[in-house]
């Protein structure tokens, strides 16, 4: 769909930006979702937000911010705020505390907010919250957008829509593209707000790399284009899956090609291990460094003998109550035999607790552990449609089986899984013996070594010149 010239052509009438970046993601997922997605769609309105909690968060991130006062250093590692979890009483970030803490006293981080929940006390202490200028963003992008942000968003969609159509019988529902269009023309109307609170982050911290989580994303394309004019190096740090199904990290020729279009992305994009970035085809320059939170729960880890009596389901974080029903199913199959936990994605965690406050849904346990490790430690078996946890169980518990929906086939075009159709083939598949896991494929999808890794990675962008 988006291999035309075309798409490079459609810019912000008074930036001259790029404008498929902004919207790419959410209309390819949009497809993705009319096609392979059930009961939940991938992308949806921004729900309201609740006044008492935000302004609560907001409260105390204000207060944290100002007790930090002002740090630099030579790396910022910029992150969603996602993968908290506690570690010997504080709170630690798995995605972003492992490359903090390897150069602390250079690194800064500057994180999101989620489910308004601000982890405190917190093991990474050079650390500040993007709160405040995110609500000035999102209160700028609903209060300036006018009708030449809606007629720019409009041209580029129905573009997009025309192309999805003619060439592979794809449609958008009218609803849904005027959702998308208001989405593309709230984002145009807070670009400059979102530059020049980018600009200011980086005038603050003077940084010569920064790790950014979800770079890759045409979201974060502004923040890439103000890196990359200040002559500061932007690298992803692997945060999940990534894959031939995934549509942030594969692109058509046109766009790789496009010096213009690569100015949206980053430099770098530091992977698990050479697997992972086989996968695909960004145009950066890709790195193999390992999954820090992988290689350390893996050190520590050890399984009780003789406890491992549970069936650990992984969520999607889209369709929870698909995954609760073949929870449901599977427990009348076993009738006892193991405890049927289903696991909540981080990103429907708080919504689930809300709706299971017992911890529980029938004879299904809602997994309550908020280190996906923790659950492995008793799982006889993890099962998943599309999930990482599933390349994470590898190797730690004793069998690993794939959901094999069209979603999964999609999502991940290779696997190393064991597969299964439905509940009652996931029950004869529990009882067929287990497979051997290769010491090499566990390396080329885990590279051992993280930390020096890093270093060396460090060592060789922080001596480039420029």
């Keep these: 769909i988006e291999n035309d010239p075309i798409f490079l052509e459609f810019r912000c009438p008074r930036s001259g930006v790029l404008l498929w970046p902004l919207v790419r993601n959410q209309f390819l997922r949009q497809l993705i979702s009319d096609l392979y997605y059930q ?3 991938l992308v949806a309105a921004v729900p309201a937000v609740p006044r008492r909690q935000a302004l609560g968060a907001l409260g105390r991130v204000l207060g944290h911010n100002l ?3 002002r740090m630099s250093g030579d790396v910022l590692v910029v992150g969603t705020g996602a993968g908290h979890f506690q570690r010997e009483g504080r709170w630690f970030n798995r995605i972003t505390d492992y490359l903090a803490q390897e150069s602390p006293a250079s690194t800064v981080s500057v994180e999101g907010v989620v489910d308004w ?11 500040v919250y993007w709160l405040p200028w995110q609500g000035a963003i999102t209160v700028a992008g609903r209060l300036l957008t006018c009708d030449v942000h809606v007629r720019a968003a409009r041209e580029v969609l129905e573009f997009a829509r025309q192309r999805a159509s003619q060439l592979l019988g794809l449609t958008i529902a009218d609803s849904n593209m005027g959702m998308l269009v208001g989405m593309l023309a709230r984002k145009l109307a807070r670009l400059p707000v979102m530059q020049c609170a980018y600009r200011r982050l980086l005038e603050r911290v003077q940084p010569r790399l920064v790790l950014l989580e979800q770079a890759c994303y045409g979201d974060f394309a502004p923040f890439n284009q103000v890196a990359r004019e200040m002559g500061i190096r932007v ?5 999940g899956m990534v894959s031939g199904g995934h549509d942030a990290y594969c692109y058509a020729p046109v766009l790789r090609e496009s010096e213009a279009y690569r100015a949206c992305l980053p430099h770098d994009f530091l992977g698990y291990g050479a697997w992972w970035n086989s996968q695909i085809n960004v145009p950066v320059q890709k790195w193999v460094i390992g999954n820090p939170h992988y290689s350390e729960q893996r050190r520590s880890i050890s399984p009780a003998p003789g406890v491992q009596k549970d069936i650990l389901l992984l969520g999607d974080g889209i369709e929870f109550s698909l995954y609760l029903a073949l929870a449901q ?7 006892g035999r193991y405890r049927i936990v289903l696991r909540p994605h981080p ?8 709706r299971f ?3 529980r849904a029938g004879d299904v346990l809602i997994d309550p552990n908020r280190d996906i490790y923790s659950s492995f430690a008793t799982a006889h078996a993890v099962v998943g449609e599309v999930s990482t946890g599933l390349f994470e169980a590898q190797g730690i518990v004793g069998r690993v089986l794939l959901w094999e929906t069209p979603k999964a ?3 991940y075009p290779q696997h190393p899984f064991c597969g299964f159709a439905d509940a009652r083939a996931l029950v004869e598949a529990l009882q067929t013996p287990e497979g051997e896991y290769s010491a090499l494929l566990a390396e080329e999808i885990w590279a051992p070594d993280w930390a020096h890794n890093y270093r060396e990675y460090l060592a060789q962008v922080l001596a480039a010149p420029g």
């Design 117 to 127: 929940h601000v982890p405190h006390p917190r093991w990474n202490q050079r650390v």
């Design 39 to 41: 009961q939940s769609p």
């Design 235 to 239: 690298a992803e740090p692997q945060h």
């Design 329 to 335: 199913e599977l427990a009348q199959l076993l009738r």
């Design 357 to 359: 406050p017992e911890g």
């Design 347 to 354: 990103l429907e965690r708080a919504e689930v607790q809300l």
């Design 67 to 69: 007790r930090q006062g």
């Design 409 to 411: 086939r999609f999502s």
